[in-house]
């Protein structure tokens, strides 16, 4: 069996180099530990050399974002072939706050295209602003799937994709505001069956859909051993050695 898939998003954390190398020494204690997971920290960007050195055996890079530009000069841009001289192996796309800043599902699209011919494995956010009675949020889940994962070759393209389920609703908050087992089997299955009738079961099946949104110790395990997500993409817990182990925990005594 697949190893469950843990991925620190560390957003624009720590706000000091020096704590977040604190933060890798604290991590890199535990390195015997995470190797029991599938672990990825995704580091700003003047971190990444660091945190390819301090984590090395027992995480792997993972970057927030990428462009789509490649083959040209472009000031101010870090274009994926550096990325990947750094050993970068997985690229977030498509998260909220991006979305949030103006990314709209079409640019996803044409991101995930390029990431996956740099040889990133695509993180793809996708999550409902709100939650309603009525099931509005599963139209905007389709939508946001079909329109971000568009023009992917169903066999080569598609089943080496990876899904982060992110209701924005549940981002940024703590374990009992985020959402309840029941609700994130049901968003889960929803996203599979879409993922389904756009590539194939067979394909669907080896998309891993991760859970992310106020992942903490306290609801972890619960989330994790009564749904079907394959792992967590974790922002604030991830910035807490001690927390992010608490984690790490509950996802390897299902
Ligand atoms: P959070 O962030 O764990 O702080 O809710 C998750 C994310 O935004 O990826």
């Known amino acids: 069996m697949a190893k469950p898939v843990l991925i620190a998003n560390w957003k624009n954390y720590p706000s000091s180099f020096s704590e977040a190398k604190n933060l890798l020494g604290q991590l890199s204690r535990d390195r015997k530990f995470y190797k029991k997971l599938s672990l990825f920290i995704a580091p700003p960007l003047p971190y990444l050399e660091s945190v390819a050195l301090k984590s090395k055996g027992f995480a792997r890079l993972a970057i927030q974002d990428t462009t789509n530009l490649s083959g040209g000069t472009y000031t101010g841009v870090v274009t ?126 080896r998309i891993p859909i991760l859970y992310g949104g106020s992942v903490e110790p306290a609801n972890a395990k619960t989330l994790f051993s009564k749904t079907g997500v394959k792992g967590y993409l974790v922002g604030h817990a991830s910035l807490s050695a001690k927390n992010f182990k608490a984690i790490a925990i509950a996802l390897t005594s299902k």
């Open 80 to 205: 994926p072939d550096i990325l990947k001289s750094f050993g970068v192996g997985l690229v977030i796309l498509g998260h909220s706050e991006q979305r949030a800043l103006g990314e709209t599902n079409e640019a996803v699209s044409q991101k995930v295209i390029t990431a996956l011919r740099s040889g990133f494995t695509p993180l793809v956010c996708v999550g409902e602003l709100s939650r309603d009675q009525e099931g509005r949020h599963f139209e905007f889940l389709r939508e946001q799937l079909k329109s971000s994962l568009a023009g992917l070759n169903k066999k080569t393209q598609a089943a080496k994709l990876a899904i982060a389920y992110e209701p924005v609703w549940a981002i940024g908050k703590s374990a009992i505001e985020a959402i309840g087992p029941s609700d994130l089997s049901e968003s889960t299955i929803f996203i599979k069956k879409v993922l389904s009738d756009m590539f194939g079961r067979s394909t669907a099946d």
